[in-house]
C-alpha cells in the first residue's frame, strides 16, 4: 500500500507540474497570441473570459460524471485534451479556429483541475498527514518553467506553435505514463446524501464559507497577475524592465511557502497557517498600496506570495475534511468558485483604479484577503470524523487505483 501511494502521489505531482507549465505558457503569450490572430483590444477581453466560465462549466460537469467513473479516469483524458488544446492555440489561423481551441482548453481545464485536487484530497486522507501544499507547489514550479519557456520563445521571437510543440511532445505521453498510477478514492456518492439533516440548503450553508475564502484567494492572486507589472510602471514610477519583476518574485515566494506550508499544518494546525496567510497577505496589500517606490512595492508583492499560497491548497483540504465521503463532489463545487474569482479580480481592480486610485484599488482585495479570518475555524479538522482531531488513512481509500491497476 505504501508503494502504491508514492507512486500515486508522484504521478499526481507531474500532473499539477503539466498543468502549471501549460497554463503559463498560454497566460504569458496572450500579446502573441493577439497579434497572431488580429483580435482587437476590445475583443481580446471576451476571449479571456470565455476560459474560466468554461472552466467553471467542466468543473461542474466533473461533479456529475465522478458519480459514474472514477477522477482518474477523467484526469488520465482532461490532460491531453488540455495540452493539445494549447498547441491548438499556436496552430490556427483563424479566429474561429483559436475559439474553438480555447474552449476546447476551458472545458478541459475545468475538468482537469476538479479531478486532479479531488485526488490530491484524498490522497492526503490516506497518508494521515497534509500534502496538500506540496501538490501546489509543483504547480507553482511548473508555471515558473512555462513562464520561462514562454520568454525564450519571445525572446527568439518563435511561432506559437514552434514554441507549444516540443513542450507538448515531451509532456503529454509523460503525463499518460504516470496517470496508470494515479490513486482513487472510495467516494459514495453526492455531497447532499453526507450531510447530516440532507438538502442543498444544507450543504450550501456548510460549503459556503470555504467558497468564499476560494473566490477571495483568487480575486488576490489575479490582482497580482494582471496588475503588479502596470502598478510598478505607472504608480511607483519603475522602469518597464523592472515592472516585469514582482510577477516572478510572486511565482518564485509562492513555490517557497507551498513548499514548506505542509510542515506548517502539520506543526501548527491548518487554522493557523490559514491565518498566517491571511495576515501575511493582507500586510503585503497594504505595503503596496503605500509604498513610497518600486522597491518597497516588489516587498510587498513578495509577501503577497508568501501569504496567498496556503489558502487555495488548504482550501480544497478543508472540503475533503468537511465531507469525507463525498470529497470528490464538495471539491468540483469549490473549484468553481476560483474561476469565479479570477472573473471578478482584475475588471473589479480595474474598475476602481479608474474611478479612484490604484493605490486605493489595492486596499479592497487586502479586505477581502482578511476576511478569511472570520471563516478560519472552517479549516479545523472534524473530531467526530476523524477523532481527535486529526486526519488517518482509511484502507478504503487506497484500495482502488486507476483503471483497476
Known amino acids: 500500500m505504501t508503494d502504491v501511494l508514492r507512486r500515486g502521489r508522484a504521478s499526481l505531482a507531474f500532473s499539477f507540474f503539466a498543468q502549471g507549465v501549460a497554463f503559463a505558457l498560454l497566460v504569458t503569450r ?9 483580435i482587437s483590444d476590445a475583443l481580446l477581453p471576451a476571449f ?19 458519480q459514474r467513473i472514477p477522477p482518474s479516469l477523467l484526469l488520465r483524458w482532461a490532460q491531453p485534451v488540455v495540452l493539445l488544446a494549447l498547441l491548438g492555440v499556436g496552430a490556427g ?9 480555447l474552449a476546447a482548453f476551458g472545458l478541459a481545464v475545468g475538468a482537469l483541475d476538479a479531478s486532479m485536487n479531488m485526488l490530491g484530497v484524498s490522497l492526503q486522507r490516506a497518508y494521515g498527514r497534509s500534502i496538500m501544499l506540496s501538490f501546489h507547489a509543483v504547480f507553482s514550479l511548473g508555471g515558473i518553467v512555462g513562464a520561462s519557456l514562454a520568454w525564450v520563445g519571445a525572446h527568439w521571437d518563435l511561432a506559437l506553435f514552434v514554441s507549444y510543440l516540443p513542450v507538448v511532445v515531451v509532456l503529454l505521453p509523460a503525463a499518460f505514463v504516470g496517470s ?7 467516494d459514495p456518492g453526492p455531497v447532499e446524501a453526507q450531510v447530516d439533516g440532507g438538502g442543498g440548503g444544507v450543504v450550501f450553508k ?10 477571495f484567494a483568487y480575486i488576490g492572486d489575479s490582482t497580482v497577475s494582471n496588475w503588479s507589472a ?9 522602469s518597464e524592465q523592472l515592472a516585469t519583476v514582482p510577477y516572478n518574485v510572486y511565482m518564485v515566494t509562492t513555490l517557497i511557502g507551498r513548499g514548506l506550508g505542509d510542515l506548517g499544518v502539520r506543526r501548527f494546525g491548518a487554522v493557523a497557517v490559514v491565518r498566517a496567510g491571511a495576515v501575511v497577505a493582507a500586510v503585503g496589500f497594504a505595503v503596496v498600496a503605500v509604498a513610497p517606490g518600486a522597491w518597497v512595492g516588489m516587498l510587498g508583492f513578495t509577501l503577497l506570495g508568501l501569504g496567498l499560497c496556503v489558502l487555495v491548497p488548504q482550501t480544497f483540504a478543508a472540503a475533503g475534511r468537511l465531507f469525507p465521503g463525498a470529497s470528490d463532489a464538495a471539491v468540483a463545487r469549490l473549484n468553481v468558485f476560483n474561476y469565479v474569482g479570477f472573473l471578478i479580480g482584475s475588471p473589479l481592480v480595474g474598475a476602481l483604479g479608474d474611478a479612484w486610485t490604484y493605490r486605493g484599488a489595492m486596499l479592497v482585495p487586502m479586505v ?38
Not at 502596470?230 to 519603475?238: A, E, I, N, R, T
Request: charged fraction near 20%; charge should be neutral.
Open 368 to 405: 477581502l484577503v482578511l476576511v478569511t479570518l472570520v471563516y478560519a475555524r472552517s479549516f479545523a479538522a472534524q473530531p467526530d470524523r476523524y477523532g481527535g482531531g486529526h486526519e488517518r488513512p482509511r484502507t478504503a481509500d487506497v484500495g482502488r487505483g486507476s483503471n483497476g491497476l
Open 93 to 101: 489561423d483563424a479566429t474561429v479556429e483559436l475559439a474553438i481551441a
Open 180 to 186: 496508470r498510477w494515479y490513486v482513487d478514492s472510495d
Open 30 to 38: 496572450i500579446p502573441a497570441i493577439q497579434d497572431r490572430y488580429g
Open 206 to 215: 456548510a460549503l459556503l464559507p470555504l467558497c468564499l475564502v476560494m473566490t
Open 230 to 238: 502596470k502598478y510598478l510602471q505607472d504608480v511607483l514610477g519603475s
Open 48 to 66: 479571456l473570459a470565455a476560459v474560466p466560465v468554461l472552466a467553471g462549466v467542466g468543473s461542474v460537469t466533473t461533479e456529475k460524471l465522478v
